[in-house]
Nanobody
Framework: QVQLVESGGGLVQPGGSLRLSCVAS????????ISWYRQAPGKQRELVAA???????NYADSVKGRFTISRDNAKNTAYLQMNSLKPEDTAVYYC????????????WGQGTQVTISS
């Protein structure tokens, strides 16, 4: 079992930055791929960024060049650095941890609200 706790959300003006954190407990963090998803009101949850256990990353086209995902296995923590924020980045951001077999090892945090507004 893995518990995930996100933090770092808040209200920021357009063009600003935020860093989200996802702290994991309960299992061997380094074995898991970590992803950040977001869900805006009335929209489906979408993948924002992901990092594998080996450190490979991928990003949604909408955030490429603005967001950076990283992990510190010694601290059991993953991060999402968000720069040049836009109003359309407003959403609840969720951390996800998964590893094989996915039907068994797929965990979510409670989410953190990010609001971009002037």
């Amino acid at each position: 079992q893995v518990q995930l706790v996100e933090s770092g959300g808040g209200l920021v003006q357009p063009g600003g930055s935020l860093r989200l954190s996802c702290v994991a407990s309960g299992s061997i963090f380094s074995n898991y791929g970590i992803s950040w998803y977001r869900q805006a009101p009335g929209k489906q949850r979408e993948l924002v960024a992901a990092i594998t256990s080996g450190g490979n990353t991928n990003y949604a086209d909408s955030v490429k060049g603005r967001f950076t995902i990283s992990r510190d296995n010694a601290k059991n923590t993953a991060y999402l650095q968000m720069n040049s924020l836009k109003p359309e980045d407003t959403a609840v951001y969720y951390c996800n941890a998964k590893r094989s077999p996915l039907w068994k090892y797929d965990y979510w945090g409670q989410g953190t609200q990010v609001t971009i507004s002037s």
